[in-house]
């Protein structure tokens, strides 16, 4: 009987668990007509914070593409006095709240900063606001990823006579690649949804440092129907997101795939 009750219990803790989750994010498509939320997407204000979303996303993973790998790589495949502390200095801005980093940033590269640079108020500093928040989730996986490849394959690949870059590029990066798209989808996520950094460092001008998180604070006083219309539009981005991140994290490299990549690096 005491069982029976304690199970009920637990179960009905789980709904309530799943209906707080699921009941905000069904709200944003329940409250308003679906065809009045796609008519509400072509407003001027959703187009252009979605260009420069898009426009200033990319090119910040990119940017965290190309510095964080090789600093993911460095401190997975090798080990140096202060290598803690390095990793931890790369996890800090997740624990940042949104408007410290928005600061820190605004006083290293804004005029009167340590820079002094014309940066703030750019879409270049949404782009670093961008990158600066949402680079620790690429690094984290990409050193867990690099950590995960056989250091024997590595170390028959250089004996077999090839040279630190070429075993970088055709052993280690095709055996990590699950785990840096995994990190790079969870970084684009990360920084799609960013609002604290960009609006103290960036502002929210329409058209050029505005963001869908930005226009949806601007909207929401406004016109709630195109801040619902922009919501709906990032839980679904958000969505595809979460099932790619899913699906590459399923995938597991088998040993004929790392064999093949292995007899092709020889």
Do not use: C, N
């Not at 200095?89 to 410290?100: G, I, K, M, R, S």
């Not at 798209?181 to 969870?186: E, F, K, P, V």
């Amino acid at each position: 009987m005491r069982r029976a009750v304690l199970g009920a219990l637990a179960l009905t803790a789980a709904a309530v668990a799943l209906a707080f989750l699921f009941l905000p994010v069904a709200a944003i498509f329940l409250q308003v007509p679906p065809g009045r939320l796609l008519h509400q997407l072509t407003s001027p204000v959703v187009t252009d914070a979605l260009l420069v979303s898009a426009r200033t996303s990319a090119i910040a993973q990119a940017l965290i593409l190309l510095l964080g790998t090789p600093l993911a790589y460095l401190l997975a495949s090798r080990r140096f006095r202060g290598r803690g502390l390095v990793i931890t200095l790369v996890e800090l801005p997740l624990v940042l709240p949104p408007a410290v980093a928005g600061l820190g940033l605004l006083v290293a590269f804004g005029r009167a900063g340590l820079l002094g640079t014309s940066i703030p108020f750019t879409q270049t500093a949404v782009v670093l606001a961008v990158a600066f928040v949402a680079s620790p989730l690429y690094i984290r996986q990409a050193l867990a990823a690099f950590e995960a490849v056989d250091p024997d394959v590595i170390a028959a690949s250089r004996t077999l006579g090839a040279g630190s870059t070429r075993t970088f590029f055709r052993v280690v990066l095709p055996l990590a690649r699950g785990g840096l798209a995994a990190g790079l989808a969870l970084s684009f996520a990360r920084g799609l949804g960013e609002f604290g950094a960009t609006i103290m460092f960036a502002g929210s001008l329409q058209g050029v440092t505005q963001t869908l998180p930005l226009a949806i604070y601007q909207e929401f006083s406004v016109d709630l129907d195109t801040a619902l219309a922009m919501g709906a539009l990032l839980v679904v981005i958000s969505a595809l997101l979460l099932l790619v991140l899913k699906l590459v994290l399923s995938w597991q490299p088998s040993r004929r795939t790392s064999s093949f990549v292995f007899a092709r690096s020889s």
